[in-house]
C-alpha cells in the first residue's frame, strides 16, 4: 500500500494562506466593517475542503453559506465521513433542499447512514423502477462492503458470441449505458472481461473468447478496503466485475476502490488518532461525551493501581492516602493528554492544524478538560471523601484533576505542533514529553495542596 504524498510547498502554502485570511474574518465579529467571505467561490473544491476540515464547527456554516450550491455535493465527497456528518447536521432546511435538487445516485450511496431519511426516500421516488430497484439492493449493504458501490449496468455474453453480436445487444440497449462486458457461459461461469473500446477495435466476426482478458474479480460482500489492497490493476480497464454466489452481478469502479485505499492510507498515516473522533474539530459536546466514555473507563483501572498501592499503606505513615491516591492524578491527567494529542497529530498528519487555527483548537480542548475535569474530577472527589473520610482529600484530588486536565488539554495541543517547527517527529516525541508534563503538574499540584492541609 502506498502513502499519498504530501502536498506540495505551493499548494500548502496557497491553502495556509486561505485559511488565515477565512479565520481572521470570522473570528473578529465585532469589527464594525467585516469582510465578506465571498472570495472563497473563487477556490477549487479540494481548496474549500481542505478549509472545511480546518475550522471550528461554530464557524462552518459562515463558509458553507458563501459555497455555490452547486458545489456542494463534489465537496462533501472530498470531505472526511465525519466532516461531512458535521456539515450537514448544521444547514439550514433551505440548504438542505437545494442539495436535494441537485442529488444524485453515487451521493445517495456514499451518504446515505448520515442523511435525512427523506432524501432517500424522495429520491427513489424519482426515479425509474429499474434504478430503484438497484438502488435499494445497493443500501442493503453495509458502508464499506463492495455491493454498495455496484453498478448493474454490465452485458453477459457467451464466450463463443461473435463480436458483432455483442456491439448488437450494445446498440439496442444503449438507455442503460454499459461501463463493461463480461463473458459468462451456460452454467453462469465468469471466463473473462473486455472494454467496450476493444470491441469495437476488432472485426466483427472474431469470438468473443479471442479478445477477453482474465480479471479478477471481487466479492460483493467484500471490504472495500482489502478489496483495493489486492487488486492488482489491469492497463484499460476502469471497472472489475462483482461476483456473488459464484455469479456476476455487477461492476465496481476502479477509481471508487482507489480513492477509499487513499482514504485508509492517510488514516494509517494519521493512526494514532482518537477512536471516534475523526474531525479536527468535533463539536464540544460530542467529542467531550466521546472522551469521557474512555476517561470514565480509566478511572477503574486507576483506583484498582490506588487500591494495590494501598496494600502497603501502613509503611507509608502519614502519607499513605496521598501515595494511594497518586496514580489516580497521574493516570487521568495522561489519558486526557494523549487524546487531546492524537487529535493534534491527526491535524498535522493531515496538513489540517497551521499556526493560524492553534489558537481556535486549543480554545476547543481547554473546553473539553475543563467539563471533564470538573464532572470527573468531582465524582472523585466525593468518593474519596467517603473512602478516607476527608473532604479536604477529596478537595484536594478535585483541584488537582481540574487543573491536570487543562494542563494535558494545553501541552497535548501545542507541543505536537511545537516539535513539528523544530522538525522533531511529534509522533515518537510528543507522548513522551506529555507524559512528564502531566506527571510533574498533577503530583506538584496534588502533593503540594495535600502538604500544605494535611500534614501538621
Not at 90 to 107: A, N
Request: hydrophobic share 45%; proline share 4%.
Amino acid at each position: 500500500m502506498t502513502i499519498p504524498e504530501q502536498e506540495p510547498l505551493i499548494e500548502q502554502n496557497h491553502r495556509d494562506d486561505l485559511l488565515a485570511r477565512v479565520i481572521d474574518i470570522v473570528s473578529h465579529p465585532e469589527q464594525q466593517e467585516v469582510p465578506s467571505l465571498s472570495f472563497i467561490s473563487e477556490y477549487s473544491d479540494n481548496d474549500l475542503a481542505h478549509l472545511l476540515e480546518s475550522i471550528p464547527a461554530q464557524y462552518r456554516s459562515r463558509v458553507c453559506r458563501k459555497i455555490p450550491v452547486d458545489r456542494g455535493w463534489p465537496i462533501m465527497h472530498l470531505l472526511h465521513y465525519e466532516t461531512a456528518r458535521h456539515v450537514l447536521d448544521m444547514l439550514s432546511p433551505e440548504q438542505l433542499q437545494g442539495l436535494l435538487k441537485r442529488i444524485s445516485e453515487i451521493d445517495i450511496l456514499t451518504f446515505a447512514e448520515i442523511l435525512p431519511s427523506d432524501f432517500v426516500d424522495d429520491y427513489l421516488d424519482q426515479q425509474a423502477q429499474l434504478t430503484t430497484e438497484q438502488m435499494l439492493q445497493a443500501l442493503s449493504y453495509q458502508d464499506e462492503e463492495v455491493g454498495r458501490y455496484l453498478n448493474s449496468n454490465i452485458l453477459r455474453s457467451r464466450p463463443t458470441a461473435k463480436v458483432s453480436r455483442v456491439l448488437e445487444r450494445l446498440a439496442k440497449h444503449s438507455e442503460r449505458e454499459f461501463v463493461a462486458v463480461y463473458a459468462v457461459d451456460a452454467q453462469g461461469e465468469y471466463h473473462g472481461a473486455c472494454t467496450l473500446e476493444q470491441l469495437y477495435h476488432v472485426d466483427g466476426n472474431t469470438p468473443l473468447s479471442e479478445v477477453l482478458t482474465e480479471l479478477e474479480t471481487v466479492g460483493d460482500e467484500q471490504d472495500i478496503t482489502k478489496a483495493a489492497q489486492h487488486l492488482n490493476p489491469v492497463a484499460g480497464f476502469a471497472w472489475y466485475p462483482v461476483q456473488k454466489e459464484g455469479k456476476i452481478i455487477g461492476a465496481v469502479a476502479v477509481s471508487t476502490l482507489m480513492q477509499r485505499l487513499k482514504e485508509r492510507s492517510l488514516e494509517v498515516l494519521a493512526s494514532e488518532t482518537a477512536q471516534d473522533e475523526e474531525d479536527l474539530f468535533t463539536p464540544v459536546t460530542v467529542a467531550a461525551r466521546m472522551r469521557a466514555i474512555w476517561l470514565t473507563t480509566n478511572l477503574l483501572t486507576a483506583f484498582l493501581a490506588s487500591w494495590v498501592i494501598g496494600l502497603f499503606g501502613d509503611a507509608l505513615q502519614q502519607v499513605v492516602a496521598l501515595a494511594i491516591l497518586m496514580p489516580v492524578v497521574a493516570s487521568m491527567g495522561g489519558i486526557a493528554g494523549s487524546q487531546t494529542l492524537a487529535v493534534a497529530l491527526r491535524g498535522i498528519a493531515l496538513n489540517h492544524l497551521k499556526r493560524s487555527n492553534l489558537r481556535l483548537l486549543l480554545d476547543k480542548e481547554l473546553k473539553i478538560a475543563a467539563f471533564n475535569g470538573i464532572v470527573l474530577g468531582a465524582l472523585i472527589g466525593v468518593v474519596v471523601s467517603y473512602w478516607f473520610e476527608s473532604m479536604a482529600l477529596g478537595g484536594i484530588i478535585f483541584v488537582a484533576i481540574v487543573f491536570n486536565s487543562l494542563a494535558a488539554a494545553s501541552s497535548g495541543t501545542v507541543i505536537p505542533f511545537v516539535l513539528k517547527q523544530m522538525k522533531i517527529d511529534p509522533a515518537v516525541a510528543g507522548s513522551v514529553i506529555l507524559t512528564t508534563v502531566t506527571d510533574v503538574v498533577g503530583f506538584f499540584i496534588f502533593l503540594g495542596l495535600g502538604s500544605l492541609l494535611l500534614l501538621p
